[in-house]
C-alpha cells in the first residue's frame, strides 16, 4: 500500500489547484483522476474572472493563462453587461479562456511541481481512520493517506461516501451547451431569456465554429443530447438552424443548485463542485473551486506539517461555505431574470435600469467576480478579512509587487511604517517578513478608498489576517491562530 499525505480525488481545476498549493508546501500529494488525459474538448467553463486571476497572479503563473485567452472588459449578471475596467485591480476583465485550456496550463504548473497523477484511475471507496484515510482505487490500487480531499465533481463518490448531506433544489430548466460548426452566419449574442450563441472560430464571409447554450422545452433526459437535439433547438430559438454540422462537443446542464452541508468530516474534505453545483449564470463555478482550493491548501500544508492544530481546518468550512451559498443565491436570481414571459421581462428591464447605474454596478460585478469577499475575522480596520491590494512597493531589494511576495506561497508581515521593537524570527519558517514603502490611500472594490494600515499580515492565500496601527498589538494572537505556536 503507497502512503501519501494527502490523495487528491479528480484532476480537475479544483484538484489541481489544490495539488499545485500543496506542492509548494511541499506536501506529499498525489492526484487520482479517472481521464487519460488533460486534454479535453469540452469547456464548460468559458473564462476566468478577476479574483481567480488575482489568485494565479499570486502564485506568479497568470501571464500563462493571460497570453492563451482574451481579454473582454464586461462581465455580465444574467446576461445584462456591466464595465468592469474602472476596477481597482490589475485584472479588471473577463478573460475568454475555455476550460480545456486552462486545465491544460495548470497541468503543466502542477506537473513542473512534480506532482503524480494516477490517470485512468478513479477513486472506489474509503476508509476513515482514526490516523489516516484508506483510499480504494480501482485497478486493484490502495493508497493511505492523513486526508482524502474530494474534487470530483457534483456526482462525487467522496461526499456520498462520506455520508455528507447535498441538500438544495432539484433541476427546473435545462440547457444544450455545445460546440459547433456551422455554414451560415449565426446572430451573435446573448437572449432575452438567457443563452445565445458566441464566436469560436468564426470564418470569413460567415459561418465558422461557434458557442452554444439554448434553453430546452424538457427537464429530464434520458439519454445524452444530439446534434439534431442541437438543430430544433435552434430552429425554435431563431427561425434556423444556420446548418450547423460536425459537433466538436455537446451536454447539457441545469439549474440543480445543492451545497454539502459540511466541507469537512473528519480527514474528508469536499472542494470545487463536489461541494456545491449551481447554474452556470455568471460563470462562477470553476472561480469558486479554484478559490476552495487556495482556501484549503496552505492550511491543509500546516496541518499536515503539525505546525497548526487541526482545528484549522474547520476555518475552511467557516470562511468558503458563505462563499458557496451566495454563490448559489446569486446564480438562482439570474435564472429568475432569464424567464421569457411579460412578467420576467419586466423585472429584467428594472435590472438593466439599475445595473446601469455605478453603485449597482459596482457591487454586483465585484460580488460576481469575487472581489468583495469578506471573510468574518472580527472587527477592526477595513481590509481585515479583505483581498489585499497588489500595491507597488520600494523594499531594501528594489521595486516590488505584494503579488510577487506571495509567489511561493507563504505568509507575510508587511511593515509599510516605522520600524516596531518586533522580533519576527519565531516565525520565520511559516512568515515572511518585509519593510517597505508605499504612499497613497488604498482602494478596495464596494468600499472606496481606506486609509493606509501601518502593517498588515497578509495569508498565503491573500487575505489579511491582521491590521496594524504603528504597534505589534494582536500580532502574537494572529500569528497563533493562522499559522501556528512560536
Not at 452554444?212 to 444530439?226: A, C, D, F, R, Y
Not at 508605499?438 to 472594490?445: C, F, N, R
Request: net charge negative.
Amino acid at each position: 500500500m503507497t502512503e501519501h499525505a494527502v490523495v487528491i480525488a479528480g484532476g480537475g481545476p479544483t484538484g489541481l489547484m489544490l495539488a499545485g498549493e500543496l506542492a509548494l508546501a511541499e506536501i506529499d500529494v498525489v492526484v487520482v483522476e479517472r481521464r487519460g488525459s488533460q486534454e479535453i474538448d469540452e469547456s464548460r467553463a468559458r473564462g476566468l474572472l478577476s479574483r481567480t486571476i488575482e489568485v494565479l497572479d499570486q502564485r506568479g503563473i497568470a501571464d500563462r493563462f493571460i497570453s492563451a485567452g482574451q481579454v473582454h472588459p464586461a462581465h455580465g449578471f444574467a446576461g445584462i453587461p456591466m464595465d468592469i475596467s474602472d476596477f481597482p485591480t490589475r485584472h479588471s476583465y473577463v478573460l475568454a479562456l475555455g476550460q480545456s485550456h486552462f486545465e491544460r496550463i495548470l497541468a503543466g504548473w502542477v506537473d513542473e511541481l512534480g506532482v503524480p497523477i494516477l490517470r485512468d484511475r478513479e477513486v472506489a471507496g474509503f476508509t476513515p481512520e482514526e490516523s489516516g484515510v484508506e483510499v480504494e482505487v480501482s485497478g486493484d490500487t490502495s493508497l493511505r493517506a492523513e486526508y482524502l480531499v474530494g474534487c470530483d465533481g457534483g456526482r462525487s463518490l467522496v461526499r456520498r461516501t462520506a455520508g455528507i448531506d447535498f441538500p438544495g433544489l432539484a433541476a427546473s430548466t435545462s440547457w444544450m451547451i455545445a460546440e459547433v460548426e456551422m455554414t451560415e452566419q449565426p446572430k451573435i449574442g446573448m437572449r432575452p431569456e438567457g443563452g445565445g450563441i458566441g464566436p469560436v472560430n468564426p470564418a470569413e464571409g460567415g459561418g465558422g465554429t461557434f458557442g452554444v447554450v439554448l434553453e430546452e422545452q424538457q427537464v429530464e433526459h434520458t439519454g445524452e443530447p444530439t446534434l439534431q437535439d442541437l438543430r430544433e433547438a435552434l430552429v425554435a430559438a431563431y427561425g434556423t438552424d444556420y446548418g450547423a454540422h460536425s459537433l466538436n462537443w455537446i451536454s447539457r446542464f441545469t439549474d440543480m443548485t445543492r451545497q454539502a452541508a459540511t466541507y469537512r468530516s473528519g480527514r474528508v474534505l469536499l472542494a470545487g463542485d463536489a461541494a456545491h453545483v449551481h447554474p452556470p449564470q455568471g460563470g462562477q463555478g470553476l472561480q469558486t473551486g479554484v478559490q476552495d482550493a487556495v482556501n484549503l491548501g496552505w492550511k491543509l500544508a500546516q496541518v499536515v506539517e503539525k505546525t497548526s492544530p487541526e482545528s484549522l481546518l474547520d476555518t475552511y468550512h467557516a470562511e468558503r461555505h458563505p462563499v458557496g451559498a451566495r454563490v448559489l443565491r446569486n446564480t438562482m436570481a439570474q435564472v429568475a431574470l432569464s424567464g421569457a414571459d411579460e412578467r420576467h421581462l419586466a423585472l429584467r428591464e428594472i435590472m438593466t435600469e439599475l445595473l446601469g447605474m455605478d453603485e449597482p454596478r459596482r457591487r454586483i460585478a465585484a460580488m460576481l467576480s469575487a472581489l468583495d469577499i469578506h471573510y468574518d475575522l472580527g472587527e477592526g480596520h477595513p481590509l481585515l478579512g479583505r483581498r489585499m491590494p497588489d500595491l507597488e512597493l520600494v523594499t531594501a531589494d528594489g521595486a516590488t509587487r505584494v503579488f510577487t511576495l506571495l509567489h511561493d506561497g507563504r505568509a507575510v508581515l508587511l511593515n509599510l511604517g516605522k520600524p516596531w521593537p518586533w522580533d519576527p524570527s519565531p516565525w520565520a519558517d511559516r512568515v515572511l517578513a518585509i519593510d517597505a514603502q508605499y504612499g497613497g490611500d488604498w482602494e478596495l472594490p464596494v468600499l472606496g478608498q481606506v486609509a493606509a494600515p501601518a502593517a498588515v499580515l497578509i495569508r498565503p492565500d491573500g487575505y489579511v489576517a491582521w491590521v496594524g496601527d504603528g504597534t505589534d498589538a494582536g500580532l502574537r494572537d494572529a500569528l497563533t491562530t493562522w499559522f501556528g505556536p512560536r
